[in-house]
């Protein structure tokens, strides 16, 4: 847990988007980096109320997948969720 830590402070040091899309650059391959976009991504559909099955169809992916995403919306400390209302805008 200690290298997952200072991982963390390195990424928190980072404060300019191109300094940090070329660290992501270095450090994760493409499907590293494929696999981050797709989590994002299917937890933005989530948040909007999309439903699993669709976001399954969209990206092709199974809905063992998204049903970790849908249980952390779920929590009302979930950071997350802080992250998407601060980002996407409160969903009705």
Known sequence: MDSLNELIGV???????????R????????????DLVLRWEL???LYRGETQRSIAAQHGISLCKITRGSRLLKDPDSVILKILQETIGHVT
């Open 11 to 21: 990424f928190k040091q980072v404060s300019d988007h191109e300094t940090m899309a």
């Open 23 to 34: 660290l992501f650059q270095e450090m994760f391959t493409e499907k590293e980096r494929s």
């Open 43 to 45: 937890m933005k559909g």
